[in-house]
């Protein structure tokens, strides 16, 4: 048997990296066993799907390199693998369905399951549906359905447990008691999810669902709806749900969770897609970084944990800076680059001297266009950061080091960061400064914060002329 597995997104929004974790666990299977990784779209709820969510989630599956052999945008055996083409397809299902008794018509109206949920709860009954229209006789139901009445269509769950093997669970069972007889068909005629999502994965041959452990209790309605379709319901796999470190479960409390925003912060996709194969595996050691081939080497459906996987921002962050130290320079640059706008050649030189320095330093790209930013303004357009302003340029040595700092450098023959290095230190060892009082007002004055890429490596790369204009601009601005 060859696997078969899939992604199923509703682009109600924007991808989500719980999603985004569940298709690379998937993709790592396929490509682990040589099987074929399905990308489908549940998009039937079709006044909250948007075109653009669909982009934005193809987008992010491609930008870490998950590429799907069937499915949206790449066609295959099975059309074009969006559930809103196969309406016609779940409407013959549930012709059949209903031809052997498997599902009925159930005419009770909203009012009258409220009160009925009600009442059982107030006895200590289960709320589920109590399978009063499963009575009815089917024809006469036909009748009442071809004569307009309003109805919803309920699938009859078996009397006996329905068992499965989880990959990842163990055993798992579900009582008759708990499971009542749910809605495959909406009364405007929809059908719902558990009935779309397990036809298709029927159709498409699907052998193999691992997705969040929030959809377990969807999961003996998946296999109901299977088996009675004649089918052989797929090997169940449910992967442990992501949490925050502070141990709640992962939310819009935690930042934005979705694969764009990280990718808009300037992490990588390398570190990305490695972050992500540890939420919830382990290569079995206590390796971190782990390539993209090994990976799928070593991975494993059945070696997934069961228990809730964090999403560390901080370890995520330590990765991107060990991804963004192993580039190649040239391989940083032009990642980089992007985020800069448009720079004349003289800009991109300048920047281009001080990126291996950036490259060490950085955790992010966006962090890293940050640290250049001081190159790509005019001399005397950009703001000092108060707090850094207020630390290094009011105080007693501020004035002193920067007049003398700038008759220094004035001085300086050939420049170039050794030359300036050796001008500066020679008159601050000469006079008895610390690099602290001299060196921090310097860096305020050049980039208008006292965190920046090396001193005198950016002194070479903003050039004589804007150094010494901008420790005048800042001799003028103390007044
Ligand atoms: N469209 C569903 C979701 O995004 C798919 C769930 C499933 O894998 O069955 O949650």
């Known amino acids: 048997m060859s696997v078969r597995v899939r992604i199923a997104p509703s682009p109600t929004g924007s991808l989500h990296v719980g999603n985004v974790r569940s298709g690379l666990f998937n993709w790592l299977f396929a490509r682990h066993h040589g099987g074929t990784f399905i990308l489908r779209v549940d998009d039937t709820d079709l006044e909250r799907c948007e075109e653009r969510y669909l982009d934005e989630i193809l987008d992010g599956f491609r930008w870490l390199g998950l590429d799907w052999d069937e499915g949206v945008g790449v066609g295959g055996p099975h059309g074009t693998y969006r559930q809103s083409d196969r309406f016609d397809r779940y409407a013959e299902v549930v012709d059949g369905l209903l031809a052997s008794g498997a599902a009925y018509r159930c005419f009770c109206t909203p009012e009258e399951l409220d009160e009925r949920r009600n009442a059982a709860q107030r006895e200590g009954r289960p709320p589920g549906y109590d399978g009063r229209c499963g009575l009815l006789d089917a024809s ?36 008759p008691e708990t499971q009542d007889d749910f809605v495959i068909v909406r009364t405007s005629g929809a059908p719902t999810y558990h009935l779309a999502s397990t036809v298709d994965d029927v159709d498409y041959e699907i052998t193999h669902v691992a997705r969040g452990e929030d959809l377990l209790s969807s999961t003996p309605k998946h296999i109901a709806i299977a088996r009675a379709m004649g089918a052989t319901p797929a090997i169940y796999a449910h992967l442990p749900l992501l949490f925050g470190p502070d141990g709640k479960k992962l939310s819009k ?19 990305m897609f490695n972050f992500m194969c540890l939420l919830g595996w382990s290569p079995g050691n206590d390796e971190e970084v782990i390539s993209r081939d090994e990976a799928i080497a070593r991975f ?77 303004v005019a001399d005397d357009g950009f703001d000092y950061d108060e707090a850094s302003w207020d630390k290094q340029m ?23 960061t050794d030359s300036i290095e050796a001008a500066l230190r020679t008159w601050m060892e000469a006079e008895e400064l610390s690099a602290r009082k001299v060196l921090q007002p310097i860096r305020v004055a050049l980039t208008g914060s006292a965190i920046s890429p090396p001193l005198f490596e950016s002194m070479d790369a903003l050039g004589r002329e804007s150094t010494l204009a901008r420790i005048r601009r800042a001799l003028d601005a103390m007044g």
Do not use: C
């Open 140 to 175: 006469e139901a036909g009748s009442r359905a071809a004569s307009g009445e309003r109805h919803s269509i309920r699938l009859r769950m078996p009397d006996e447990a329905i068992e499965f093997a989880d990959l990842v669970r163990g055993d798992m069972a579900f009582a």
């Open 253 to 271: 409390r935690h930042g934005d969770t979705s694969l764009r925003a990280f990718r808009e912060q300037g992490f990588l996709p390398e570190a």
């Open 300 to 376: 494993d459906l059945d070696a997934v944990q069961k228990n809730s996987a964090v999403f560390d921002t901080k370890k995520l962050e330590w990765l991107n800076g060990e991804y963004i130290r192993a580039l190649d320079p040239e391989d940083f640059i032009g990642r980089v680059l992007p985020e800069l706008g448009d720079l004349t050649a003289e800009q991109e030189a300048a920047f281009r001297s001080l990126a291996p320095l950036v490259q060490e330093r950085t955790k992010r790209l966006e962090e890293a266009a940050e640290q250049v930013q001081f190159l790509l």
């Open 394 to 416: 009011t105080k007693d040595f501020s004035r002193p080091s920067l007049d003398g700092a700038l008759g220094v450098l004035e001085g300086v023959g050939e420049w170039d």
